[in-house]
């Protein structure tokens, strides 16, 4: 199973960083009733390539048992 999380960060973080050559240098992340929105860098995405990796971890621990 640790195999498979490896494997699955690792592929989410290929993807991820193959994507960041076609979005534009700053993403749109919030926008406010305003209407004003708040932005990030285009790497920003490139912390959330664990996050498939630990749900796929946390439903599988939770429907092992």
């Known amino acids: 199973m640790k195999k498979k999380c490896i494997i699955i960060t690792f592929a989410t ?6 994507l960041t ?10 926008f406010g009733v305003s209407g004003s929105g ?5 790497y920003f995405i ?7 990796a630990i749900l796929y971890w946390a439903i599988v621990k939770k429907y092992k048992n």
């Open 46 to 52: 490139l912390l959330f390539a664990p996050v498939p």
């Open 13 to 18: 973080f290929v993807v991820l960083a193959a």
């Open 38 to 42: 708040s932005v990030v860098n285009k």
């Open 21 to 30: 050559f076609l979005l534009p240098q700053e993403i749109p992340l919030h």
